[in-house]
């Protein structure tokens, strides 16, 4: 069973959620927060947490950072009225999992929640290409830094990454790589594991912050 903790300051929002999510047999609410403040004080209940970022007090992405912190194994999935927005950008530096518009259909989330259960984000390439493109603020890292934060990977977790950043799942790219689907995941843990990121979303942002790939209209470009 999945639990999930429901942060939103709108009492009638939450109750719309909690049918949702208490549709699914697999899914189960355990709590509720109205604000930052209350949900970093329930996220120990929780394996996921649907979060709304403006709230009035304490913000969730304010919670989102301290959650993420202390409890890493809970994830964070942003609920959103706009995908393209700074907040949102910015949960996902924190350490969000991915987001979701609120007007997402009941299977739709219930895959979603799911999805971050299992460690993978919910990351569309599109928005989130949008997203990098409109709210990374000044130049990528230079060559030097961008290098040495990047060294300690192989060529096969470089290119996993990128291959993350494009949004593929282990599947996909394990067949782009002519890889198994096991051998992608382990390239893509250790990827992770070697710089840090809490989970493939935050892999997504070390891959735009570094010049790895670059967001552009037409889908990926990787620097030559």
């Not at 969000?96 to 989330?109: C, I, M, N, Q, R």
């Not at 950043?165 to 790589?177: D, P, Q, V, W």
């Amino acid at each position: 069973m999945i639990k999930v903790l429901l942060a939103d300051d709108q009492a009638l929002v939450r109750a719309g959620f909690r049918v949702l999510v208490d549709s699914a047999p697999d899914l189960e609410i355990v709590g509720e927060a109205r604000d930052g403040r209350e949900a970093v004080a329930l996220a120990e209940r929780a394996d996921v947490v649907l979060m709304d970022i403006r709230m009035p007090g304490s913000d969730g992405l304010t919670a989102t950072g301290q959650i993420t912190r202390s409890l890493p194994h809970v994830k964070i999935l942003v609920l959103t009225t706009f995908e393209i927005d700074e907040y949102v950008f910015a949960a996902l530096r924190a350490g969000a999992s991915g987001f979701l518009g609120k007007g997402v259909e009941p299977v739709e989330l219930q895959e979603a929640i799911r999805l971050v259960a299992r460690g993978d984000a919910l990351l569309s390439p599109n928005a989130t290409r949008a997203l990098i493109g409109r709210f990374l603020t000044g130049p990528v890292e230079d060559a030097g830094a961008s290098a040495a934060r990047l060294g300690d990977l192989t060529d096969r977790e470089r290119q996993s990454m990128i291959l993350v950043a494009g949004g593929l799942s282990n599947e996909e790219i394990a067949e782009r790589m002519s890889i198994s689907p096991y051998t992608a995941k382990t390239h893509v843990n250790r990827a992770m594991a070697k710089l840090g990121a809490h989970d493939r979303a935050q892999l997504v942002m070390i891959a735009y912050e570094t010049g790895l790939v670059r967001p552009g209209g037409n889908g990926l470009h990787l620097p030559q």
